[in-house]
């Protein structure tokens, strides 16, 4: 089944300690991308890759890192996490114009992360 | 600067009803539109595809239509039930630089 995978579904952990998100792609998807939500704030972008090695700021990078070593897998970061990172996190993919056939390039959630940091 | 915008922000009708949602994005260089449908906590599912060469999708009682030149999107939703509450957000995906801008979403809610 082709899908996103994220993991944890569910964090709690205390401020300061360093921790990751995973999200795996099983699409050959080019295009990875993360994000938070937020009550009345809506999706904002963390950070997003466009292909291997390829990685950007989006919206709201401040306090994450992500790295794109192989195409499947998008770990989200939090070095030093504080109690404003509490959020819904999700990650998504979908092909990289011109990789996919017209029709593809829908994007693809996972279920989400619920982080919460005391 | 692409901004994506979703009104009303919340709606309620008795079920049964037909409705609609509406979408308008200042930019119409986009390579498409995508609606999507989000229950409380949970991930979002989509509900249709629109390629910018496109002027509508349907799927079941959902039909989304298109019209890029007006920078506009509605999602028809045809004979309400409970289980379409949610909350439905359109995505647009410009062309320029391959961003992905969302819209903040409608909160739905049919009456029983």
């Known amino acids: 089944e082709a899908q996103v995978t994220q993991n944890p579904r569910y964090l709690i952990t205390v401020t300061g300690k360093k921790l990751t998100v995973t999200c795996s792609q099983n699409?050959?998807?080019?295009?990875m991308s993360w994000y938070r939500q937020d009550p009345g704030l809506g999706l904002r972008q963390i950070y997003y890759?466009?292909?291997?090695?390829?990685?950007d700021k989006g919206d709201v990078p401040e306090g994450y890192k992500v790295s794109r070593k192989e195409k499947r897998n998008f770990p989200l970061i939090l070095e030093s996490p504080s109690p404003n990172q509490t959020s819904l996190y999700f990650c998504?993919?979908?092909f990289g114009w011109g990789q996919g056939a017209m029709g593809d390039y829908g994007y693809t959630f996972g279920s989400g992360t619920r982080l919460t940091v005391v | 600067k692409q901004e994506v915008t979703q009104i009303p922000a919340a709606l309620s009708v008795p079920e049964g009803e037909n409705l609609v949602l509406n979408c308008s994005f200042t930019d119409s260089a986009i390579y498409n539109l995508q609606w999507f449908r989000q229950d409380p906590g949970k991930g979002l599912t989509s509900l249709l595809l629109i390629q910018s060469s496109q002027r509508e999708q349907t799927s079941g009682r959902l039909n989304a239509s298109l019209d890029k030149s007006s920078g506009r999107s509605t999602l028809y939703i045809a004979a309400s039930q409970p289980g379409d509450s949610a909350t439905y957000l359109c995505?647009?995906?410009?062309?320029?630089?391959?961003?992905?801008?969302f819209g903040k979403g409608t909160r739905l809610h049919i009456l029983p």
């Open positions: 699409m050959n998807h080019e295009y």
């Open positions: 995505a647009v995906r410009r062309s320029r630089d391959d961003k992905i801008i």
């Open positions: 998504a993919s979908s």
């Open positions: 890759s466009m292909n291997v090695e390829v990685t």
